[in-house]
């Protein structure tokens, strides 16, 4: 027996119960027999594609380049590769800083010819409605080594497409010579034109939707009655997340497991002979975002013992209710935190629009239409939202609100572009409805989803030419850009992009305060401010309630070790309500937890803004990649994790500077005592 296959064995924390029953029949089976039969989740075989490197690759797929990807251009009349391509190129360019100085070409997006050489299996879990229809890919780079297998799970971020995470988790799996095992969790880019009645294949093509099971998402499967509703409501579009009636959230766990077992299945096929399973492959589950909290659940989840180590960044967790969490930053305990992120999205939606006026942050606010933040500054005045009776006063208090529910001041400049590019009202729409299981013929809130006119104001049939790229550019929740908009139904004057709408209780252009207010009574279940909750509301509330309690997470890690690496200065997921209380959930769960948490100065949740915010963001992908490097020492050599600390990165002077170690330092083999976060049974301190 090798010392590899040893250190395997001793890094396996618990073999399947399946494999100790087929251990135990004969000495001739094997761990590796219970996959080698396809699973049971797959409808049909997995579609492999050889990728040769050069005209079509694993990464860069038909651009030459990494370089030449990052300004790859859609065809005309594009095929599956092409739109294959395009997503990859959004994996990179909708998630990092692409720019040299940014730390592109050094720090990450580099692959070598191996790693963009190798396999590729596509594959859909289903239960055969054809509702589910999540997509599954194992990628298998030329060097991947059947004598020293490892495998890393990459759920996709977001609602992203399957690809979503193949340029910054997968780049770094790949180049190790691992085979990467991706999955849209459910979600995806599934997006239905109801009038057109099209949607996309599971490859990205556009296709007629009618009565067919194998679309990435059918709204015509669902039992609603869409006739009414297309004729009241043209040009609208279904989206998979939001209205596919399945909360998705709550098999994000169970999905990435599933792509675990499908890599096992597919490399025990190209591999014959290689006697693949948990026992002697060493399986990483990592991902960013939703993606990270996947990855957390899968572990969470895994009875099996598929996962050997688990790297997160920036996840987004749904805490326990009333966990009775202790968060402390300096060690004073903030006032309110482990809300889930339904209920603090709705505050953000409330109040950043508003925040952004505020003295503090006006001189840095380029995003937000400033008359518009303003009425809504005095819409929550009106509605008893913030006190003050003037712009300054008004636009302070939402500021301070917004501290006061586990903003950390750090994250202030952030708020512009959240709330501008409506990351904020986004997700706040697409999780009330799925956790509602709400039908898109419900218009949760007086929201749709629909293209629009060039005024801005009407709902059209999103150009053709713009849709076809969607399922590779779309991030599922709907967005500005032509194609897919929030749209405010009951605007005055008619429906109208939610960011221009004026709101009939106010007759302002406020960002359709009516539409928050409404999002944030549903995440109570009570009145908020002065307006009142309706009994439609209330029921409304108590399925959202329903759909939150399935996406709880445990804190239970089962003795796996992993890392949570998070930016202190993220808007969009506060360190407060995830990172920080589900370290100390944790160590209640787990008295001698094997978790570090890495919490990283001037970093945020989107790497795509650091270009925009150069003096006041680094990435925090560097960080990822190395909490990898880390968790592969560990599983690999036995090499300790640093203990649990505060990193203290520090942005770049200008845009143009080049980001070097002195911006990015290495995470500490042994945290100076300023940056050690301290954890006790549900209790966490994190230096200032």
Known sequence: ??????????????????????????????????????????????????????????????????????????????????????????????????????????????????????????????????????????????HFDAAKPCIVAVPSSGSRPVYGELGTIGEWALNRGCAVALTDKGGGVGIHDLDRDQSFAIDGTVAAAGARKDLTFNANLLGDNLAPFRTANPNRLALKHAHGKQNPEKDWGSYTLQSIKLALYVLNKQFPGAELSPANTVVIASSISNGGAAALRAAEQDSEGLIRGVVAGEPQLNLPDNAGLVVKRGGVAVPISARPLFDYTTVAGLYQACATQSAALAPSSAFVIAPYAANRCAALAAKGLVTGATLAEQSADALARLHAYGWEADSDLLHDSHSGFEFTELVAHTYANAFARASVTEGLCGYSVAGISASYQTPVAPAAEAFKPGWATGGGLGFLGGAFNIIADTSVGGPALYLLATSPSTGQADFFVDGATCLRRLATGAAVGNTTLSAAEQALAARVKTGLAEVRVTGDLRGKPAVIVHGRSDALIPVNHNSRPYAALNRRAEPNSALRYYEVTDANHFDALVGLYPKTLVPLHVYTLRALDLMWAKLNNGTALPDSQVVRAKARASAAAVLSDANVPAIATTPTAGDQITLGSGTIDVPN
């Open 1 to 142: 027996m090798t010392l590899h296959f040893r250190l395997h064995q001793a890094a396996t924390l618990a073999l399947p119960t399946l494999l100790l029953a087929a251990c135990g029949g004969s000495d001739s089976s094997s761990p590796a027999d219970a996959f080698k039969a396809r699973p049971a989740f797959l409808l049909a075989e997995p579609v492999r594609v050889d990728y040769d490197g050069g005209s079509n690759g694993l990464l860069t797929g038909k651009a030459g380049s990494l370089a030449a990807l990052i300004t790859y251009q859609l065809p005309a009349n594009p095929t599956a590769a092409d739109l294959r391509t395009l997503a990859i190129q959004t994996s990179y360019t909708g998630l990092l800083d692409v720019t040299a100085a940014g730390g592109f070409g050094t720090y990450y997006g580099k692959v070598s010819a191996a790693a963009n050489k190798g396999s590729e299996y596509v594959a859909v879990s289903d239960d055969g409605t054809g509702t589910k229809n999540a997509t599954l890919v194992v990628t298998v780079p030329s």
